[in-house]
């Protein structure tokens, strides 16, 4: 079945820790996104791929980043991790001819102490 | 002031009545307008998809587009708990890659 996975789905860390949000999609699409959710607050594109070796940054600036060293695998790093990064992460893939058509994992919660 | 203005509710309703939930917007350049569906814990899954102005129904679900008032709905008929959920209005320019744009989120509640 097609669909898009991340891992972890909760994550508690310590300030100062490199993490890796993960996230593959099985529906071959070009396009991937990473967005951020707060409690509250709209969605907020961090980054984007229009394919392998293409990476954007988004409209809400972010002190991650991202790789797509493959089609289907786009995962999100942060360095050293702090409580300001506390956050739902969702990961989302789009159709080459229907961007506005997003697929989202269920989403990584961060917790940073 | 925000591109979508969206009222987080909560809105709780009894099983079995209709449900308009609504999202008003500023750009008038927005020509492709969505109704994700987020339940607690989740990603939003994609519910409805209408390109500029005029109705689409997919069962239970209605999606209205009103771009001279700048106003987008969703009608759900016959509300069931399975309905409880956040449910997000976005919408964009055009097609080809051009930011999606999200509201707040509606959350709604149907009570058995």
């Known amino acids: 079945e097609a669909d898009i996975y991340q891992t972890p789905r909760y994550l508690v860390i310590g300030t100062g820790k490199k993490i890796t949000l993960e996230c593959s999609q099985t529906m071959g699409h070009d396009k991937m996104y990473w967005y951020q959710q707060d409690p509250g607050m709209e969605l907020h594109l961090i980054h984007y791929?229009?394919?392998?070796?293409?990476?954007e940054k988004g409209d809400l600036s972010s002190e991650s980043t991202v790789s797509r060293i493959r089609t289907e695998h786009f995962p999100l790093t942060l360095e050293s991790a702090r409580p300001s990064h506390t956050s739902q992460y969702l990961c989302a893939s789009s159709e080459e001819a229907v961007d506005e058509k997003l697929f989202f994992g269920s989403g990584t919660q961060l917790s940073v102490l | 002031q925000k591109e979508v203005e969206q009222d987080p509710g909560p809105l709780s309703v009894p099983e079995g009545a209709i449900v308009s939930l609504n999202c008003t917007y500023s750009n008038s350049a927005f020509q492709y307008f969505m109704w994700y569906r987020q339940y607690s814990r989740k990603g939003p899954e994609l519910l409805m998809y209408t390109y500029s102005s005029g109705n689409k129904e997919d069962g239970r679900f209605t999606a209205q587009v009103d771009k001279s008032s700048k106003y987008i709905s969703l009608f759900i008929r016959d509300s069931q708990p399975s309905d409880s959920a956040t449910y997000l209005c976005?919408?964009?320019?055009?097609?080809?890659?051009?930011?999606?744009?999200f509201g707040i989120g509606t959350k709604l509640q149907v009570i058995p």
């Open positions: 976005a919408m964009t320019v055009t097609g080809g890659y051009q930011k999606v744009t």
């Open positions: 791929s229009y394919g392998v070796n293409s990476t």
